[in-house]
């Protein structure tokens, strides 16, 4: 070892007390790769932690995984793994891995203080979880407030083709990366131009996987991002106490995820309608079909059959663009929260953006069905 460690860690202790971590990782850094020990591995991933580089913490947390070995060594790689998803805004992440932490070292002789950590972590949980069912109780409201505010005879009656453009409301105001312009409401089978069409194929390979016809329909009934309502289902049957299936079959991991689910949507059940989260399957299915459809991937039949398809499960599930609004704000939320390893704030950001595009749309003045 060309540098004397215990001088090292000591002068690493100094700067981390005086937050000096951009300085801990550039003493670390100095270093090479084939002399850094795990515990100035540790510091690394502490330091980027801090600075927020997560992703780079993250490929950090990767190499040192399979050189922990000890109680001790787990402990502190779960630990560091738990505050990189702490500092990523998605405490409930973080809690598992802290729980394991504590659970491959019950002792804490890394002396991590992980009960306390772990109290403080599912304390901010719980003040999380409020704050997301007030927002949904807000949204509720406004939403509620925004429909009373047109009269039923003087909504808006629209024709088929044209009520299922405005069921995919917010991916038709979406521009896709590359393009300048949104696909909008005023044409039902509207093609992008021949310069356009390679680019939102790229978009739609690199986004969905979606390539051809086969992928397309890969993507609508199986992509888990976008069939939302029947995991909703699934979890709300649960809480029910009638599950849809042995949840104890679940890998500890997929088990995890599931009653995090289950936390957030209980959190917000008494804002949402019978179809729950429906209401965005249908909307992001409705843009990626027109997306698909515009650029050649769908044939007529098969975007025609398809746009009929999502129009009927939208009659069949709500009886008001009100209740679709609301799905549609619950849906965005839930949404974010899976794609953003289960955070919270994340999902409150999420909804706290789409809620007023939703409220200034024309959907409160279009007429149901």
Not at 217 to 240: C, H, I, K, P
Request: charged content about 30%; hydrophobic content about 40%.
């Amino acid at each position: 070892m060309s540098f004397d460690e215990n001088a090292l860690l000591e002068r690493l202790d100094g700067l981390f007390e005086a937050d000096k971590f951009a300085e801990i990782e550039e003493e670390i850094r100095k270093i090479s790769r084939g002399e850094l020990t795990l515990e100035l591995r540790f510091r690394l991933v502490s330091a980027l932690n801090n600075q927020k580089k997560l992703a780079e913490a993250i490929e950090e947390l990767k190499e040192i995984e399979p050189l922990c070995e000890t109680p001790s060594e787990i402990a502190r790689f779960m630990y560091n793994t738990g505050y990189t998803h702490y500092m990523n805004d998605c405490e409930m992440t973080a809690s598992h891995c802290f729980k394991d932490a504590l659970a491959a070292d019950p002792d804490d002789t890394a002396g991590l203080e992980l009960a306390n950590i772990i109290e403080e972590c599912d304390g901010f949980i719980s003040r999380d979880l409020t704050e997301l069912k007030g927002f949904g109780r807000a949204a509720v409201e406004a939403i509620h407030a925004r429909f009373s505010e047109v009269k039923e005879k003087d909504r808006t009656e629209l024709s088929e083709p044209d009520f299922t453009l405005y069921l995919g409301y917010l991916a038709g105001i979406r521009v896709p990366p590359g393009l300048e312009k949104p696909l909008l409401f005023d044409d039902p089978i509207k093609k992008y131009s021949e310069e356009e069409k390679p680019v939102v194929k790229e978009f739609l390979r690199n986004f969905f996987g979606i390539t051809d016809t086969e992928s397309f329909r890969n993507f609508y009934y199986r992509d888990m991002s976008y069939n939302l309502f029947r995991m909703a289902g699934d979890v709300l049957s649960y809480l029910d106490g009638t599950p849809n299936f042995s949840v104890s079959e679940l890998t500890k991991e997929g088990k995890e995820m599931f009653d995090d689910c289950a936390e957030y949507l209980n959190a917000v059940r008494e804002c949402m309608t019978k179809s729950t989260v429906l209401a965005w399957d249908i909307s992001e299915k409705i843009g990626i079909a027109r997306h698909c459809y515009a650029c050649d991937i769908l044939s007529d039949s098969d975007f025609f059959g398809c746009m009929s398809a999502l129009m009927n499960a939208a009659k069949e599930n709500f009886v008001s663009f009100e209740e679709y609004m609301i799905s549609l704000v619950m849906g965005c939320g839930f949404f974010m929260f899976i794609s953003e390893n289960c955070s919270i704030k994340s999902a409150i950001g999420f909804m706290n953006t789409t809620l007023p595009m939703i409220l200034s749309s024309p959907l409160a003045e279009i007429k149901w069905g």
